[in-house]
């Protein structure tokens, strides 16, 4: 049987926020009995990508394709709106973040607002992104705001936290994660607060050496610019720096106290932040956006800032005891529902 939908994106590894929505609406969508095939293009030749006898099997047979991207695929997502049109295919695109403004090379903005105009639906992870997109191209009506977050898969809870970081939180009374898919710029600094990050680590070697930090990156492919930062985190006692992990994130964030979102920019709202109020733990996040009531802000980009919220948090937590039970998935907008309508496009 020919799929209905084909999901198209980063998807299984590496494992960041693109892969983790993938896995997470696949498993959502095949409970409500939707025909899936998935694949992912991640990684490989642009002008090759359509050579592939499977991947062109796919896309020539789902009804709909939906491609889940970002502003750095513009060249896939030009030949994906050529392909479905020259098909006369529907298909929806998912934007999990798009810095695209007057300042991104004409071409590039062109082919943007090519594959766009002609796409079903054209989904924003966030009202803040819709916004800019309207501004950019007030010609495209046909945006939908879902935000990314779903529940975790069961496929994520099961799985078991590898032996080694086990071993590791053991050794401290306090355990603090931070994940990122990949440590780059943006702006000329680091676009994941790494270098607050590494700050906060040095604080928290002197004033509480109790507090250890589990630090996970997707993959290993970093800017060369952020490497000695890497390197320092590295060889910090305090620190287990998970570089390319190929595990789900969902075990070791169950088993934190303290989770960290330290970006400078966010493309709409941190599955980290909404994952750390599903599991009730303490989230201190960057104000660099709209952030809601749950995670402890700080400045963005303010060491001094972050430093004092994390004090603050710790002395909080001294006096609350045992973490409090997780939160029913019913507080949460069921942004599967919303998806699922969108492949009534015909």
Known sequence: MKPEVLLLGHFPKPIGGVSIHLLRLSSILGDRAVSLSFTGIIGLNVQKVFSIAGLWRL???ARVLHYHTDERDWKKAFLVACWCLLRRQNYVFTLHSFRVDSATPSWQQRCWKFALSHAKRVVCI??????????LFPSIKHTVVVPSFLPFSQLEMNADMPERIKAFISRYSTNVVFNAYRSSLWNDEPLYGEDLLLELVRHCQHHHPSVGFTVVFATSDHDDRSLPMIQQLQDSKNVMLLNGF????????ANADISLR??????GPSLTVKEAELLNIDCIASDAVPRGESPYLFCSGDVVSLVNVFDEVLQQRSGQGNKQDS???DQFVDASELVHRLYSVQ
């Open 59 to 61: 896309l020539r047979g």
């Open 126 to 135: 966030s009202s803040e992104m819709n916004s800019r997109l309207q501004a």
């Open 246 to 253: 190929g595990e789900f994130f969902a075990p070791v964030l």
């Open 262 to 267: 330290l970006t400078r920019d966010d493309g």
């Open 327 to 329: 939160q029913s998935l």
